[in-house]
């Protein structure tokens, strides 16, 4: 498999994620998002998107993070990273898309360019932005954790699950844009469980080839 993935990509980062916790081996084909490498050939080809990640698996490319995951639990089921009843599954699931969905794409390296070359918002304004949805999207994240019955080390027990996978790159993105996280003492309980997992540790985007 070949992994297309850019550093500091925080929807690339779960992918990493995943794969490590799974024991599977990947090319790791760096793609320089604020180069605009996505956009020049033969990668832009490959995926109509212009995004990463992207992964090959034989003849087959697959985008969008959480369908990569999701595909990787189904071909390579252990450890499963979604619980195996269908109630559990959905509020991992919905954990995730808490994230992926409605924090994430605001704060996505296309928007935020938008916001200051169209736009034209001062880099301060632009991080005002970025740090109002990031420290509101993870409140309603903090809310569902603290209540829920089967939060445990992780989002959903004592074994990561594909929520955490998309958890963890979030805050490291908080943390790199100085968001206030005091607010959420669960999430950073969750985040530092994780953290403590080789997993998640050796994919962070500091220890990624395309960082130097």
Not at 55 to 78: F, K, N, R
Request: hydrophobic share 40%; proline share 7%; aromatic share 8%.
């Amino acid at each position: 498999m070949e992994l297309y993935s850019y550093f500091r990509s925080s929807a690339s980062y779960r992918v990493r994620i995943a794969l490590a916790l799974k024991g599977l081996e990947v090319e790791y084909r760096p793609v320089h998002l604020a180069r605009n490498e996505q956009f020049a050939a033969p990668f832009s080809e490959r995926n109509a998107a212009r995004l990463v990640p992207l992964l090959v698996d034989g003849d087959h490319a697959l985008a969008q993070s959480m369908a990569i995951i999701e595909y990787l639990d189904e071909t390579h089921p252990e450890p499963p990273l979604l619980p195996r009843d269908p109630l559990g599954r959905a509020w991992v699931r919905a954990l995730a898309q808490d994230i992926a969905c409605e924090i994430h794409p605001l704060n996505n390296l296309r928007v935020l360019r938008y916001l200051v070359h169209d736009l034209k918002l001062s880099e301060d304004d632009k991080n005002r932005w970025y740090r109002h949805w990031v420290e509101t999207g993870l409140e309603v994240v903090e809310r569902k954790l603290a209540a829920h019955a089967g939060t445990g080390r992780f989002c959903h027990g004592d074994a990561p699950t594909m929520a955490d996978c998309v958890l963890v790159p979030q805050i490291h993105n908080a943390q790199r844009f100085e968001c206030r996280l005091d607010h959420v003492p669960t999430v950073m309980r969750v985040f530092e469980s994780c953290m403590a997992l080789d997993a998640f540790a050796r994919t962070q985007p500091s220890m990624c080839p395309d960082a130097a």
